[in-house]
């Protein structure tokens, strides 16, 4: 799973990246630039430290997603330029933008959230338009008799050109499951989950206020995005403190988590995406997979002979385990499932594979 950050100049995507991948590329002279930073943001789960304070392995192993951060997107970058930033994050699996609403002197720029969301969707919008209008074009000009598949290819994107004609995202349309699959190869950024953030002063962040929000929280809702505010330069500074300073700034802000631990959840779940753990001496580990994922092809995210070779899969909730502290005192309640391979995993579940290949 990978996520591209698209935003205007100077909104703080690369203070972002740095915040979610622990990394430190340069922020000042980004925007100059036109190479893609990539980095992989650990997904905050208290249920992992858990698992891993009781079973002391030699490895813990976080759920993670691939974040990729671009030069900023504007209306006065040469649309050759803007073609190259884009196609960085054209294979993306979702986007995550970002609009700043703090002011600063030396920041150039609006803090107007609704003007910046609306011109990164309009963006969009414009790619799309392009990448259908010029494969209808193709197609229409194709010489020889179009195969049952193109046809299909053809109505579907035509379908795609007028909703996009109309300022829709094609997220929010109602496409059938054989139209996304004919649509799944053209990299359509209308049809990638959206989450935005929001780049608050601390003020801002506390008092949960900032200029337009009532028309930008409508805008997120009629787009099917999801949304969470965060401070940037305050996300900075707890990362430099101790746990226990961390926690007191925190209560003090009104949060249990940090904003970055905040996107990483709203993200997983904007996406779709749970996890599932596996125990033992040598590791603990969260495996991401999507909702509704069943057993066997659970067991494949692990390993391809494990789905293959199949047998049963051994499950607790990690409820059920936090509370009574063993695995062996859930087997004397009873509270240690054999489920089959078409058993729909859920979120938490501790589980052992059995195979045979």
């Known amino acids: 799973m990978n996520i591209g950050i698209l935003g205007l100049p100077l909104t703080g995507k690369t203070t972002l990246f740095n915040l979610l991948t622990s990394q430190h590329k340069q922020t000042n002279s980004f925007t100059a630039r036109k190479i893609k930073n990539i980095g992989v943001a650990k997904v905050a789960d208290d249920r992992v430290d858990y698992l891993s304070s009781i079973y002391q392995p030699k490895k813990t192993t976080h759920a993670t997603i691939e974040v990729i951060d671009i030069p900023g997107i504007s209306s006065d970058i040469p649309e050759k330029e803007k ?63 179009l195969t049952r598949q193109e046809e299909m290819e053809k109505q579907v994107l035509e379908k795609c050109y007028q909703y996009l004609s109309n300022d829709k995202l094609l997220i929010s349309q109602s496409l059938t499951e054989e139209d996304s699959k004919l649509l799944s190869g053209f990299g359509l950024f209308t049809l990638k989950p959206i989450i935005v953030v929001i780049n608050l002063d601390e003020d801002q962040l506390r008092n949960n206020q900032f200029p337009n929000q009532e028309k930008f929280n409508q805008f997120i809702k009629n787009h099917q995005m999801a949304s969470i505010p965060i401070c940037g330069k305050l996300e900075m500074e707890i990362n430099e403190l101790t746990e226990e300073e961390r926690q007191v700034f925190l209560e003090d802000l009104g949060f249990q988590e940090t904003g970055i631990e905040r996107l990483s959840h709203v993200l997983y779940r904007h996406l779709g995406l749970i996890s599932f753990f596996t125990v033992g001496k040598d590791e603990v580990r969260a495996w991401t997979i999507h909702e509704g994922t069943m057993a066997v092809k659970a067991a494949g995210k692990i390993h391809s002979d494990i789905e293959r070779g199949f047998i049963r899969a051994e499950v607790v909730r990690f409820e059920d385990f936090k509370q009574l502290g063993s695995m062996q005192k859930l087997k004397e309640k009873g509270l240690l499932k054999v489920e089959g391979k078409d058993t729909i995993i859920e979120d938490g579940d501790i589980i052992n594979f059995r195979f045979n290949v």
């Open 83 to 145: 073609q190259n930033v884009f196609t960085q994050i054209q294979n993306v699996d979702a986007l995550l933008m970002i609009v700043r609403v703090f002011y600063d002197t030396l920041i150039p720029g609006t803090t107007d959230p609704l003007s910046q969301i609306e011109s990164l969707v309009y963006e969009i919008l414009l790619r799309d338009l392009e990448i259908t209008e010029n494969r209808i074009n193709r197609l229409n000009q194709s010489k020889r008799k």
